[in-house]
């Protein structure tokens, strides 16, 4: 069930500035260079640049292996 007035849901990170945990603005999700997938965006209060990062490591897409080619009988 959705609350009224909210269409979609709004991560939550700790704002290191305001010191108290608040929702997400202008999130966009990321995966950093290790992987992993994480929510970046900004404090609706000061607007200081909040980064969550989330659990699991992001699907990656594996290349398809060639068909194995069968050995030639001597």
Partial sequence: MTRPGR?????EGYCVKCKAKKEIVDAMEEVMKNGRK???GKCPT???????ILGGKAATTTPATPPVK????N
Avoid: E, H, L
């Avoid at 069968?70 to 009988?73: D, K, Q, R, T």
């Fill in 7 to 11: 269409n979609s849901y709004m991560p």
């Fill in 38 to 40: 994480a929510i970046k």
């Fill in 46 to 52: 000061c607007g200081t640049v909040m980064f969550k």
């Fill in 70 to 73: 069968p050995a030639a009988a």
